[in-house]
């Protein structure tokens, strides 16, 4: 027969254990969390390479925590059209295109998706490399038929676009400088709602891995905190909707590259760029 003391130890080592047990089961659900954002963003970011972002949040390779963000959650009705019919780009450039802009005039741009138009005002006065380059690739189609291929809807809130490969690998053959890095919209290392930005291979930590832009950009829809390392060189004047639209069907990650693609069918039927 079983003594009260004994009774009583055997109930604190039995609620003892269960701490433990809450305790490993908190720190794996942390961790899966941070290696989860730090995964995504560093990609997202980084068309394709492993940054760091800030203090702790690194690109991990977290086996565990990888098979737990490729379980697939139950996806809403996809919001979105067919794309229209084509092919994505091939071209790439051996170099930046001549500098064409007049960084006095007002640029526009128009992204004709298959979940709706995304209008932007591009900065041409702050980033006129960027916004060269971005108009020079619309001139020559190639964004058009490309798929956005990356939605963060954890810890960040941005839609990746402009690679034609959709594996966030992709560059047109060149990259461009950094730009507008101390813009004071950036107050507080916050991308507010609305920002058009480029997407980079900087590591967080070596110089040598600054100026990596290429053509990929993102488009954040709800404010993001970010460490200013990520060109801003426009703003969303139209199509906020057709973001949280997108937004709203979710994304599924993929365990062998760890892209978060959005389950909504998001693809760029043309892309155009206008002066006035």
Known sequence: MVSKDQRRRQLAREKYERQQQRRSAAQRKSRHRHVIIASVVAVALAAGAAVYLSAGLADGS???AD???????SKAPDPCNRPAKGTPSTKTWPKEPAMSV????SYSAKLTTT????DLKLDAGKAPHTVNSFAFLAGQGYFDHSACHRLVDQGIYVLQCGDPKGTGKGT???TIPDENLKDPKLKGGV???GTVAMANRYDGASEKTRNSGGSQFFLVYQDSKLPPNYTPF??????????RKIAKAGATTDPQTRNSAPNATVVIDKASVKKS
Do not use: H, K, N, W
């Open 115 to 118: 979940c709706g138009t995304i």
């Open 172 to 174: 047109p053959g060149y």
């Open 62 to 64: 977290d086996q565990e």
């Open 102 to 105: 007049d960084t006095s005039a």
């Open 234 to 243: 426009g703003t969303i004047t139209g199509g906020m909707d057709v973001l």
């Open 67 to 73: 098979r737990a963000a490729a379980a697939t959650p």
């Open 191 to 193: 991308y507010p709602a």
